[in-house]
């Protein structure tokens, strides 16, 4: 990821029961793991809700053009 770089990312979100999209943003606190069940996460900046999220499962990104 590209430090402080605006993105969008896209995953399916267990909460809305679906798949959302999300204007985002790679900061220091940021991170990528895999969980305990062997599922990636990743923690990012979400410039919509101005706070921290984290996407579990496939997720796009697409940088701002």
Do not use: Q
Not at 35 to 40: E, G, L, V, Y
Not at 44 to 62: C, E, P, S
């Amino acid at each position: 990821m590209i430090k402080d770089i605006n993105f969008y990312v896209t995953y399916y979100a267990k909460k809305y029961g679906g798949v959302i999209t999300r204007k985002a943003k790679w900061t220091d606190e940021c991170k990528a793991w895999l969980s305990k069940a062997n599922k990636p996460c990743m923690r990012y900046y979400d410039l919509n809700a101005d706070g921290y999220r984290t996407a579990t499962g496939n997720v796009r990104i697409k940088y701002d053009s």
